[in-house]
């Protein structure tokens, strides 16, 4: 072979496939990690609720104008913003709006945007505009406050992080599953947050118990968006100290008369992400198979003015026994694991309460 050919060559470097595949896996995972699953703590988004709360910001659709077709936001977004399905984007965007999926919606909806029971229209059915909430968060975006990168293409720029004025990772919650890890965090009530952000930052040496306590606050627990009753403390305990436990919600009932010495079981909340429709399946079937006696009617008489799951019981049936029996038997009693994973600096982080709020209150820089 000429010596010139010889020297035009590529130099080949031999390469152990083990290191490749060890390295290219972890370049993977990092790439879904960062860009696809993990919320940022700064402002609790994922890139895709991020990229939609900035599309329709940038569409003109704020909480004081008419309601747009949910497919010119999803078209937006794609063309714009976001590299991958439709899908992806409309359930993130459907999870926005739904009232019993965030404690403080981020997108007002107009149409059939799903239910504890139902999934939403398609998105040629439905409209939607940003709620208040999300105003809150894109509020002063325009003037430089957060850094900005390149879009996919490289043609337009977007937020890194958004300004968000409430600390929307502990308001709303967040859950997602990455490579290798995952994160579920728990939503709470806005004004308990508030107060215990107050608190740390009068006094940064503030210690959880300063922040946390269930009978006296600030922060009393977790405050689901569908009810249910927190079932002993220390999980959120555990939670709060640790950034992981695990946290038992029992759904809410009450007994009522039914005359001629009967009783009923009214279910009126239910744990959260519990299906409805699931749970009185569930419930049914128990009783034709004889698991859970002493009913003799089930019907769901929910409606507007809120969740009403109705069990009419026997004359001879104790009713407290047949309500255990419930919680032992069916989704009226469920475990919600905590492990509240966000991106810190870029990173991967499990954060204690009072971590994730120093998160919130840091200097973001510019």
Known sequence: ???????????????????????????????????????????????????????????????????????????????????????????????????????????DGQGNWGSTEDDPAAMRYTECRLAKTAEAMLEDLEKDTVDWMDNFDGTLKEPLVLPSKFPNLLVNGSSGIAVGMATNIPPHNLGEIVDALIVLIDNPQAELIDLYNPETGPVRGPDFPTG??????????DAYRTGRGLIRIRAKAKFEEAGHDRARIVITEIPYMVSKASLVESIALLVKSKKIEGVTDLRDESDREGMRIVLELKRDAVEDVVLNQLYHHTQMETTFGVINLALLDGQPRVLPLKDSMQAFTAPHGV
């Not at 609720?49 to 004081?64: E, F, K, V, Y």
């Not at 249910?228 to 305990?237: E, P």
Request: glycine content about 10%; cysteine-free.
């Open 1 to 107: 072979m000429p010596e010139e050919a010889q020297e035009s060559r590529p130099h080949v470097s031999p390469q152990p496939i083990e290191d490749e595949l060890h390295r290219s896996y972890i370049d993977y995972a990092m790439s879904v990690i960062v860009g696809r699953a993990l919320p940022d703590v700064r402002d609790g988004l994922k890139p895709v609720q991020r990229r939609i709360l900035h599309a329709m910001n940038d569409l003109g659709m704020g909480s004081g104008s008419a309601h747009k077709k949910a497919a010119r936001v999803v078209g937006e977004v794609l063309g714009k913003w976001h590299p991958h399905g439709d899908l992806a984007v409309y359930d993130a965007l459907a999870r926005m709006v739904q009232d019993f999926s965030l404690r403080y919606p981020l997108i």
């Open 228 to 237: 249910g009753i927190l079932y002993g403390a220390d999980g959120v305990a």
